[in-house]
Structures are given as structure tokens and as C-alpha cells.
């Protein structure tokens, strides 16, 4: 059940710089962390680390493939690895060392990949991705998270250290809003109901959420009750919370800063489609790629904001009975 | 198991797992017979003689790691293994069937007592220097052996692996580069020569030792000069034939990936009697 009802929303750490935040306080706890870069350390973070336990900090150079199956292996002799780079090249240039030697055999690795959705802004489409949820998902017996703020982020890679399995934690580059309180829990694969609502619900990940949030605000003007589901474990999904939300309000909105065909949506609609069937209306990135701009101006641009949601929100309540 | 030094002991042993291997792939109907007859010296100087390891406590912590990154040549790997103990020697003709444990290419959800699953070519030294680092930080005086087909090393991943080991001085990590010179499309040297090799290999900082990968006492004196090599990693480049020991599958393109008739298994175990 919702924490709170008023979300003040400030800007808060990217969530990028939350996990390495995290990587050094686990790094004091925890001999056994290591971590692996690919020669973007400065921008995914996990330099903190890096200065902080050397020893223990791996700079694999710009290969991404090698960088991935040494973590299996890191693994397989008792360590957590964390390896990190952008999502786009961590997923899309070693998938196929993430599925042979990670998800295969289910090793012990953790996969962060920052950078991910169009709010990067003016580096451009190639080094944005928008298909990590889609890919990491597509991986038998992974884990997949998208925190939505700092105190997620920070919480969910202290709860991936202590869980046995191959994980992949999606980050961005935008500093983030602040959703949570710093004493709010967070367990693997149970999603958070943020505001409560009993006309429709919304249901979102990563920067969406917050969105999503303000999108609820503007319809709660309207007359219209909105429920706001934070979906921060995408895979294994919630399919319990999903289906009484379905059951209890009747229609749905899933929004991610992600391809809309392949991403939380479509993993949504199949726990609706399993529980309780009801209207379903997306919003996400459509069948392309972004271009170099502002984050805000791009995020505007190809329809990833609260207009967007609220606006979608009103069309699955067009369609329910 | 049985340890021993003894080259004439070992060459009996690496006859024994030949005509095995012969077995099972005859048996399976599918296979690959070549490049798994090639490399059962390195197998058997490595298992019974080299490594140390224990097969009664397969997840002892000290103990030396072995990977088979060329995975498709896993028959060798799982009779050695069954010979030392491991797993049951009365279930290799299961290979490739349903449910048995000796998968068609190495698979640790059915045999735990395999360091890694492999299969994909190109990722197994990886897998060795991650295990040779994570020995490393555990000051533990544990050794990484994994062993390179030789159409495998056309991967760009093995050479990432490769400027990574010397940049990290990974002197616990060895490779075995099983030099046969054919893959599936052909030889080596037509599909993608990979000569210099041993210049190859040196440029990146790696102690390169040539060898007869048939020659047991060779292979001995290798894998001592490479546990005695610091501060770099060594890989040997193994000489061998592919097919070895069978007349007919001796440098025979066909029979990479090609299970024996029964008549010709029949050819075959005479030879290796």
C-alpha cells in the first residue's frame, strides 16, 4: 500500500551515480564485490570504487565481450562481480557471453548497464538503448531491475549483492526525482504501489515513474483516480500486484523509456491477459530511434512525459465497460 | 584416482580414452571424433598427471581449474573425467541422449563437477582468467588450464583475453592451443591463417612454448616451464593431428564433426587396441 500521497519530486543523483555510491559501501561490507569496467568508468561510476579498493577494480579496456565472460568466471570462483558499462554495449556486444556463460549455467554475475533510454540526450542514438529491457529479459533465469531514483538504485544493488543469480540493473544518465524516503524497503521482484486509485492504473518503470506520478495528479484533478505501481523488478514480474490492479481498476497504462513492443509493456499485458483482462494503453518509444537533444526536449519529443501517460490513461478509460 | 608421471603409463591411458571416445561417438551417431582424438594426450598428462585436483571433492577450493573451451571435443573431457572418478564410466555410451549427464557440449546443470558450460567458441580463456584472478584475490595458489581449438582462436574475444591476461600478469593461467589445423569448413590455413601464430601470441605478451601435443614427456616438460613462467601467461602451442590414432580420420577434414560407421568403429577400435 501507498507510503505517501504527495510526491514533492525533487531532482535527486542520476541513478547512475547511485550505484557506484552503492559499489563503495558494499565494497566496505563486503570483501567478496568486485567490479569490471570497460573503460567508462568515469561515466557509469564505478571509479569511486575503483579508487577506493583498487585491488579489487578491474579496468578490461574497451572489450566488453571479454569483460563479461571474466565476471563469469570472477563468479564461478566465489566473487560477485559487478560489471558495468553502457547498457548498449554491454548488452548488445557481449549478449552473447551474458547467455552462454552467465544465464546457461546460472552464474552468480551482476550486469549494470547505465546510460539507458533517450534522456542521455545529445551523445545520440548510438549510445542510447532502448532495447536492454527487451534483451536482458530475453535471458532464461535473469533478473532484471530498472530503479526509478536514487534510494532504489542505491537499496536494489545492496539487495543484488546479497541475491544468488545472474542479475542485469538498467541506469540512466539524467539525474533523477526523488520518489522515495531513504527508509522505504524494497524486495526483489515485489513492486511498490505508489499512490493508491481505484479508475485506472498506471504502471511504470525507471524515470516513468515519476512521470507516471504526475500524470496522476493531473488526472486526480480531473475527477479521475489513478493508481501508480512502481515496477523496479521487471523480471520476475509481479504478477500478483499487476493483477489485482487490473481486477480493481480495470485498465491499464504501461509506460518506459524503452521500446514500446518489447519491453515492461508487453510483460505487462501478459500478466493482465493471465489474471484479469482489461483495456491496455502504452506509452514508450515507437518502433525507432531518438536523435541528439536536451533530455528534456527529447523526452518531450517522442512522447515519454506525464501529458503522455494522462493522455493514455483517458483512452483505456474510453475503452473499459 | 591414480595419479602418475609415468609417460608409458599415461600414452595407455590416453589409448584407452581414444577407444572410448570411439564408443560413445559411434554409439551417439553424431559427434565430433576429430578434434577430441587430438588433444588426448594434453588430457591425460593434464588430469592424471599435472593438475591437482581431487576428484572425491570436486569443489575443493585449492583446487587447479580446467576449462574445455573448444566444447564440441568434450568426449575426451568426459572420459578423463569418468577415468579419474568424477562421473560414471558405465554412462558415457549415454552421450547426447536424453537426460544424460554427458551432454553434447559441456553442460554443468547436468555434470557440476565441470568448471564451466561451454560451447561458443572464444570464451573460455576468459573464464580462466577470471578464475586465475579470483585465485589471486583469495591467495590461493590455485592454477587456470583451458584448453583453445585452434579454429577458435579466429574469435576477436580470445585476443581481448589475451591483452587482458598480460595486463594483469595472470602467470596462474594456461592456455593449451590444440594446433590440429582443421575446422569445420576446412584447414585452418584456407578458412583463416592464423601463422605467425607463435609471433602472434608473443607480441601479446604471453610466454609461448611449442610442443608435440602427442609427445607425453614434451607436454610434461611444458606444463612445468609454464607453472615456473612469471608474471606473464603462458600458452602452449600443441602440434597435433586431428584424428589421431585412427588412420582413417588422421588429418580428415570429414570427420570434425562426423560419427564412425559402425563398420568403421570397428576399423577403428583395431587400431587402438
Known amino acids: 500500500m501507498p507510503t505517501r500521497t504527495k510526491y514533492e519530486l525533487k531532482l535527486g543523483m542520476a541513478t547512475r551515480e547511485a550505484f557506484g555510491k552503492a559499489l563503495v559501501e558494499l565494497g566496505a561490507t563486503n570483501s567478496d564485490v568486485v567490479v569490471l569496467d570497460a573503460d567508462l568508468s568515469k561515466s557509469t561510476y564505478t571509479a569511486e570504487f575503483g579508487k577506493k579498493y583498487p585491488d579489487r577494480f578491474f579496468e578490461c579496456g574497451i572489450a566488453e565481450a571479454n569483460m563479461v565472460a571474466i565476471g563469469a568466471g570472477l563468479a564461478s570462483s566465489g566473487k560477485i562481480p559487478f560489471a558495468s558499462s553502457f547498457s548498449v554495449f554491454l548488452l548488445n556486444k557481449a549478449f552473447e557471453q551474458f547467455r552462454a556463460t552467465a544465464a546457461f549455467p546460472k552464474v552468480n554475475l551482476k550486469a549494470v548497464g547505465t546510460h539507458s533510454g533517450i534522456s542521455i540526450g545529445e551523445d545520440g542514438p548510438s549510445q542510447m538503448s532502448i532495447e536492454d529491457i527487451s534483451l536482458a529479459c530475453s535471458l532464461a533465469g535473469f533478473t532484471v531491475m530498472c530503479p526509478a531514483d536514487e534510494v532504489a538504485m542505491m537499496k536494489l544493488v545492496k539487495a543484488a549483492a546479497a541475491f544468488h543469480g545472474p542479475l542485469f540493473i538498467r541506469a540512466g544518465r539524467a539525474k533523477a526525482p526523488v520518489i522515495y524516503s531513504p527508509d522505504q524497503e524494497f524486495t526483489i521482484g515485489k513492486a511498490i504501489t505508489l499512490i493508491d486509485g481505484k479508475d485506472v492504473t498506471l504502471i511504470a518503470t525507471g524515470l516513468l515513474v515519476a512521470e507516471s506520478i504526475r500524470a496522476a495528479e493531473t488526472l486526480d484533478a480531473e475527477g479521475i483516480s489513478a493508481r501508480v505501481i512502481d515496477i523496479h523488478t521487471i523480471k520476475p514480474l509481479d504478477q500478483e500486484t499487476i493483477g489485482r490492479a487490473a481486477q480493481e481498476t480495470g485498465a491499464i497504462v504501461v509506460a518506459e523509456e524503452h521500446l514500446m513492443d518489447s519491453g515492461l509493456g508487453v510483460r505487462v499485458a501478459q500478466a493482465v491477459g493471465a489474471t484479469h483482462p482489461a483495456p491496455m494503453e502504452f506509452v514508450g518509444i515507437d518502433n525507432t530511434y531518438a536523435e541528439s537533444g536536451p533530455p528534456d526536449a527529447l523526452l518531450d519529443k517522442y512522447g515519454l512525459r506525464a501529458v503522455n501517460v494522462a493522455e493514455a490513461a483517458r483512452r483505456a478509460l474510453k475503452r473499459k465497460r | ?273
Open chain 2, 1 to 273: 584416482m591414480q595419479k602418475t608421471s609415468n609417460a608409458a603409463e599415461l600414452a595407455a591411458i590416453a589409448k584407452r580414452m581414444r577407444r572410448e571416445i570411439i564408443e560413445m561417438i559411434t554409439e551417439a551417431k553424431s559427434g565430433h571424433p576429430g578434434g577430441s582424438l587430438s588433444w588426448a594426450e594434453i588430457a591425460v598428462t593434464l588430469f592424471f598427471d599435472v593438475l591437482r585436483h581431487d576428484p572425491s571433492n570436486p569443489k575443493w577450493p585449492q583446487r587447479d581449474r580446467f576449462i574445455l573451451s573448444k566444447g564440441h571435443c568434450c568426449p575426451m573431457l568426459y572420459a578423463v573425467m569418468a577415468e579419474c572418478g568424477y562421473c560414471p564410466k558405465d554412462q558415457l555410451n549415454t552421450l547426447r541422449k536424453l537426460g544424460s549427464i554427458y551432454q553434447g557440449h559441456p553442460d554443468v546443470r547436468f555434470l557440476p563437477a565441470l568448471e564451466a558450460s561451454t560451447g561458443s567458441l572464444g570464451e573460455g580463456l576468459s573464464l580462466a582468467l577470471g578464475m586465475g584472478l579470483a585465485a589471486r584475490l583469495n591467495q590461493i595458489d590455485s592454477r587456470a588450464y583451458v584448453v583453445l581449438g585452434d579454429g577458435e582462436i579466429q574469435e576477436g574475444q580470445i585476443w581481448e583475453a589475451a591483452m587482458f591476461a598480460r595486463k594483469y600478469e595472470l602467470d596462474n593461467v594456461c592456455a593449451i592451443l590444440d594446433y590440429n589445423g582443421i575446422q569445420l569448413d576446412g584447414f585452418v590455413r584456407d578458412i583463416m591463417d592464423l601463422e605467425p601464430i607463435e609471433d602472434k601470441w608473443r607480441s601479446f605478451g604471453w610466454h609461448v612454448i611449442r610442443v608435440d601435443g602427442h609427445n607425453i614427456p614434451a607436454l610434461q616438460k611444458a606444463f612445468a616451464e609454464a607453472a615456473a613462467t612469471k608474471d606473464r601467461p603462458t600458452i602452449l602451442i600443441a602440434h597435433t593431428v586431428k584424428g589421431k590414432g585412427v588412420s582413417f580420420m588422421e588429418n580428415n577434414p570429414k570427420f570434425h564433426g562426423m560419427a564412425p560407421t559402425p563398420e568403421e568403429a570397428v576399423k577403428a577400435l583395431q587400431e587402438l587396441a
